[in-house]
Nanobody
Framework: QVQLVESGGGLVQPGGSLRLSCAAS????????MGWYRQAPGKQRELVAQ???????NYADFVKGRFTISRDNAKNTVYLQMNSLKPEDTAVYYC?????????WGQGTQVTVSS
């Protein structure tokens, strides 16, 4: 069993910052990918950023230069630093952990960007 616990979401004004955290616990081994996705109302879930095998990072074009993903291997935790937030960043953000052929998802954390 694998559990993912997300934290750090909330309400922020445009231009503000938030830092999301996702801590993994349980039977953790050979993580290939840790990342963040988001889903806005009425839209499909989309990739925000991911770290592949603790080395290579991928970002969606709409967050490049604003968001930074990082990982603490000792804590099995992935972070998403979000700066210069825009109203269109409003969504539920989900953490993903991939081990082998299995994907594990967090419960989601709401991020709302509004004045």
């Amino acid at each position: 069993q694998v559990q993912l616990v997300e934290s750090g979401g909330g309400l922020v004004q445009p231009g503000g910052s938030l830092r999301l955290s996702c801590a993994a616990s349980g039977s953790i081994f050979s993580i290939s990918v840790m990342g963040w996705y988001r889903q806005a109302p009425g839209k499909q879930r989309e990739l925000v950023a991911q770290i592949i095998r603790s080395a290579h990072t991928n970002y969606a074009d709409f967050v490049k230069g604003r968001f930074t993903i990082s990982r603490d291997n000792a804590k099995n935790t992935v972070y998403l630093q979000m700066n210069s937030l825009k109203p269109e960043d409003t969504a539920v953000y989900y953490c993903l952990l991939r081990m082998g052929a299995y994907d594990y998802w967090g419960q989601g954390t709401q991020v709302t960007v509004s004045s």
